[in-house]
Each structure stands twice: as C-alpha cells, then as structure tokens.
C-alpha cells in the first residue's frame, strides 16, 4: 500500500477508530444498565424503570453497528481502490469522516427520541394502571 499518504491513513484511522469506541461505549453502558436492572429486580425494585434508558441504548447500538460496517466497510474499499488517487482517496476519507461524524449526532437524536418514546409508554402504562382502565 504504498503511495498512500498519511493524512488518508490518518482519516482512515479515523473513519474506524470513531464508530468503535463509540460501539465499545454504547455496549459497555447499555450492560451496566442491565446489571442495574438486574440487580433491581432481585431487590424488588421495580423492572420497568429502566425501560426508557434500555430504549435509547438499544437504538443506539444497532444505530453505531450500522455505522461501524457502512462507514468502516466503505472506508477500506476505498482505501484499496483509490490509492493510486492519494488526492481523491484523502477527499473521499474526509468526507466519509464528515459522514461518520453527523451519523453519530443523528444517532444521539434517534436513541433520545427512542428512550421518550419509551418514558411515554410507561407513563400511560402507569396512568392507566392507577386509574383502573
């Protein structure tokens, strides 16, 4: 792979580090909060407060795991079969990036638009088990 210069061995970096640590972060919180919840439920605390949280991570996660391999998966192809093009190959890494980058702050509104979801359902759920319908 030779010819290839830095910054798109850089952005290519990039392109993969972001999705994975954002992945490892979502996997590693979504399990604490099932330890929580857990943990709750053997306490005999209620199950269902959580439920907004465990939403949005979910959301969340199958959001990043289709990041992880779009935007990954395309940044390796175009790293093999643009590297005779290093200005192309640097435009088109930078611009996938750019892509990785908004990707993650839609992810941030679908997940939080998820756990509202969520909080609602189990706010009616609740309305209606206290009110007898």
Request: hydrophobic share 50%.
């Amino acid at each position: 792979m030779s010819g290839i210069p830095v910054i798109a061995w850089v952005m290519f970096a990039a392109d993969v580090v972001v999705p994975v640590t954002a992945t490892a972060i979502i996997s590693r919180r979504s399990r604490a909060l099932a330890e929580a919840a857990r943990s709750s439920r053997a306490a005999g605390g209620p199950a269902n407060s959580l439920a907004p949280s465990r939403a949005g991570y979910a959301t969340a996660l199958w959001l990043i795991r289709f990041d992880l391999v779009g935007i990954s998966g395309v940044a390796l192809v175009c790293l093999i079969v643009l590297r005779s093009r290093p200005s192309d190959l640097v435009l088109v890494e930078s611009v996938l990036f750019g892509c990785c980058l908004v990707s993650l702050g839609l992810n941030a509104v679908f997940s939080r638009s998820a756990a509202k979801r969520a909080a609602e359902e189990e706010a009616r759920e609740n309305r209606s088990t206290r009110h007898g319908t």
